[in-house]
């Protein structure tokens, strides 16, 4: 959903009515995952996507009626094998999706603050999980912040109890579904934080690398020192925040977490060495470094003398990126969004495994 929070955010300003379609189950080789969602306006003006494009007019037209009756409503589609070919799968299967207005326009007050929370923590980059009744006539909607532990929504007792457990469980986990509280088949929405890239050095690599990442849904950070190259002009793709400063003093401005990705391309030790030694006692899963296998390896060298031992050099990807035999900037910047997302797609199936 973050990925179109900025689209419903407009349509909201602007009193547009719109309905939410998200995939709550689905099979293997399934175009879009569980979580995916595609708004839709009553003019049937959509942003975002449930499918490969299978079964998007028919959740289309759904969605208009929903808008209309102001009822959420449960839809399956049985994709045949050669409807799935025909958008590059193995397979067919069923999907779920579920069509409901948004949250915001409802008549109910309750669910009216849950839909303008909803939209204020995706705007803030919060993490949250957000819990829909499956089985309700009408939408139920319960909104969990993990960070700490509140809840809104009509929730007492041992359902309170039973909600907190069940969407810290799912937000742990990192995987949205259905599943079942106090009886009823509810669907977990896990919203994580946006995953940030961190850039160490404005470099002629930072600016279609700055392109991909964005593209793939990160907030991009670019930490550099050095006035001339961390110029805003200089980007076709503008960073969401330049920070001009040594990085072990720019990494005092935000947290670096699990949601935190991070690659150096300075060459110069003077910037990247300081850096180093703070990233290694972070928990980021991800740390590049630029540099020929000569250069890594008086990097490690330097880092040794320091006293980091080898388990924890063994985190600094140097040479930087997949070894696609990337020639140009935008080539490396390429290699390294991919090896980037392959670190981050694998944590994700170890924690759905």
Not at 13 to 33: C, H, I, K, M, Y
Not at 80 to 103: F, K, R
Request: with cysteine; hydrophobic share 40%.
């Amino acid at each position: 959903m973050r990925d179109i929070a900025e689209e419903i955010g407009r349509w909201l300003d602007n009193r547009e009515r719109f309905a939410l379609a998200t995939v709550t189950r689905t099979w293997g080789s399934s175009p879009r995952p569980v979580g995916s969602v595609m708004a839709v306006r009553e003019d049937m003006q959509i942003a975002g996507s449930v499918s490969g494009g299978c079964i998007e007019n028919a959740v289309i037209e759904e969605a208009v009626r929903t808008i209309e009756t102001g009822a959420p409503k449960m839809l399956s589609f049985g994709v045949t094998d050669e409807t799935a070919l025909s958008v590059g799968l193995t397979c067919g299967g069923t999907i779920h999706v579920y069509v409901e207005p948004h949250a915001a326009l409802s008549q109910i007050p309750a669910e009216r603050e849950i839909g303008k929370n909803l939209l204020e923590g995706l705007r803030k980059n919060q993490p949250m999980v957000l819990i829909s009744s499956l089985e309700s006539l009408r939408p139920k909607h319960f909104l969990f912040f993990p960070e700490d532990g509140s809840f809104l929504g009509e929730l007492d007792g041992r359902l309170a109890d039973e909600a907190v457990e069940t969407a810290s469980r799912a937000f742990n986990k990192g995987c949205s579904g259905e599943s079942e509280m106090a009886g009823e088949v509810v669907f977990l929405h896990v919203l994580p934080r946006r995953d940030k890239l961190v850039i160490i050095g404005a470099t002629h690599i930072s600016i279609p690398l700055i392109i991909y990442a964005r593209e793939l849904g990160f907030e991009t950070i670019i930490v550099d020192p050095r006035k001339v190259f961390a110029n805003r002009e200089r980007f076709s793709v503008q960073p969401d925040i330049i920070i001009r400063a040594w990085p072990e003093k720019a990494f005092k401005e935000f947290d670096l977490n699990k949601d935190t990705y991070t690659v150096l391309l300075t060459h110069d030790p003077k910037i990247d060495d300081p850096a180093l030694k703070v990233l290694l006692e972070s928990s980021v899963p991800y740390i590049g470094a630029l540099g020929s296998r000569r250069t890594h390896e008086k990097r490690l060298e330097r880092l040794r003398k320091a006293g980091f031992d080898e388990s924890a050099l063994t985190r600094i990807h140097g040479p930087v990126g997949l070894d696609i035999g990337a020639q140009t900037p935008s080539e490396i910047a390429l290699s390294v969004v991919a090896q980037i997302t392959k670190i981050k797609n694998h944590s994700r199936k170890i924690n759905e495994g």
